[in-house]
């Protein structure tokens, strides 16, 4: 069943309210929770799973694993690898858009003047070599000539751009000539590695040092991943970066929350993070496995940013036993996505305790009381959501499933404000 009600004239009215530009994570604010009835104009991801969506000016970049996509619609499939384009206003995918990417992208990041970053495990881009980290025409897809930062060592999970300055995150141990272990900041135009910025994630829990995700708000970095040590300082798997300063340093801010085990094949498990648009907190999702509830496994938390020294979660919203893998904060709400079955449920482990709602594969989370919001559209759970973008029109999803409030959205939908 497609659609039902949500139109492009609907659509293209929201855009009119709310004129489309650069989004990116943790900066969009909604006065009000997104609709529960998808827009009916999004393209459809054939296969494979999206990882990454960035919006540039009208234009929506999707990046993930996959290799045919189409119009919704139509019956005609196109050839994207890994990387494609579409109109937020039409859902139209950009014929001119369609670089060759060899391996997946994981992360995506608007530039300036019609061009996106894009970040993964990818070697080649279109005729290039380029490891892992590429800026691309938004026009003809190919990559921007003087913007050189090849990526060693590893790959990239999660990219921030603040400005003229980009900040990459993954398990790389060098950017060019430079070495850096997970975590880099760059110039925007060049791609050179900035000397003011060398803080080093350490200490790993299980496997080489990793930046799952990061999220950028005026001068504060927020980084999660598999590290127990920020510049040798105790962070476990979340630290705050003052990124304000000159070098920037890891900020008077460190919480115990993560330092306890989940299951065994699980020993990090932190995965999503997203600033509020006013930067005053920010909210971390997590896999992990069933643990109970004095545990910080498969949860959504709140953090204050500006509380110093230790620190304790605002509150913690427990799945029961389900992996959470992306988050996005915009005032009005706390969106989380992976598997779930349940949110409220701090006393079931695989099952639904006392309290528990049902918030199948996507929710909502009231930003002060930490409680799921009635907000309950449903998605095909599959592996889970991972990408998430706020914008003033509405809320982009990205995951591995094809349907999403009822309907068919084969791994891209979005939910318009009302």
Not at 58 to 81: H, I, K, M, N
Not at 350 to 361: F, H, K, L
Request: hydrophobic content about 40%; charged content about 20%; aromatic content about 8%.
């Amino acid at each position: 069943m497609f659609a039902r009600t949500t139109s492009v004239s609907v659509l293209a009215a929201a855009l009119t309210l709310f004129p489309a530009g650069v989004a990116a994570a943790g900066t969009t604010e909604h006065s009000t929770v997104v609709s529960a009835d998808p827009v009916n104009t999004t393209p459809h991801v054939l296969d494979g799973i999206v990882n990454a969506i960035a919006l540039v000016g009208g234009t929506v970049v999707v990046g993930g694993s996959f290799g045919r996509v189409r119009d919704a619609g139509s019956t005609e499939t196109l050839e994207r690898d890994n990387i494609f384009a579409y109109d937020l206003a039409t859902g139209r995918v950009l014929p001119g858009f369609a670089p060759y990417l060899d391996r997946p992208v994981h992360a995506l990041a608007a530039g300036a003047g019609g061009t996106v970053y894009a970040g993964g495990e990818f070697a080649v881009a279109g005729d290039a070599r380029t490891r892992g980290l590429a800026l691309l025409r938004l026009s003809d897809g190919s990559p921007v000539t003087g913007f050189d930062a090849q990526v060693y060592g590893g790959t990239v999970t999660s990219l921030a751009r603040g400005g003229s300055r980009l900040y990459v995150g993954g398990d790389f141990t060098g950017v060019g000539r430079v070495f850096r272990v997970a975590l880099a900041r760059l110039d925007a135009a060049t791609g050179a590695v900035d000397p003011d910025f060398a803080v080093r994630p350490g200490t790993p829990r299980g496997g080489r040092t990793k930046v799952q995700s990061i999220s950028l708000s005026g001068d504060r970095l927020a980084v999660d991943g598999n590290f127990t040590t920020l510049d040798g300082l105790s962070r476990p798997q979340l630290g705050l970066i003052d990124v304000g300063t000159l070098p920037a340093k890891v900020a008077d801010w460190r919480t115990d929350a993560y330092a306890g085990r989940c299951l065994d094949v699980f020993p990090s498990y932190v995965r999503g993070l997203d600033f509020a648009p006013d930067g005053s907190y920010f909210a971390v999702v997590t896999t992990g496995g069933p643990a109970g509830a004095g545990k910080m496994c498969d949860t959504a938390a709140r953090f204050e940013t500006y509380t110093r020294g230790e620190v304790r979660a605002t509150w913690v919203n427990h799945t029961g036993g389900d992996s959470l893998y992306s988050v996005a904060v915009t005032g009005a709400a706390v969106y989380v996505g992976g598997h779930q079955r349940w949110l409220d449920n701090p006393r079931g482990r695989d099952s639904a305790g006392p309290g528990a709602v049902r918030r199948p594969g996507i929710g909502a989370i009231h930003p002060r009381t930490g409680k799921a919001l009635k907000w309950n559209p449903t998605r095909e759970r599959g592996i889970g959501v991972k990408a998430f973008l706020a914008h003033r029109g509405g809320l982009l999803v990205g995951s591995d499933t094809t349907r999403l409030g009822h309907e068919y959205h084969a791994r891209v939908g979005m939910f318009p404000l009302p």
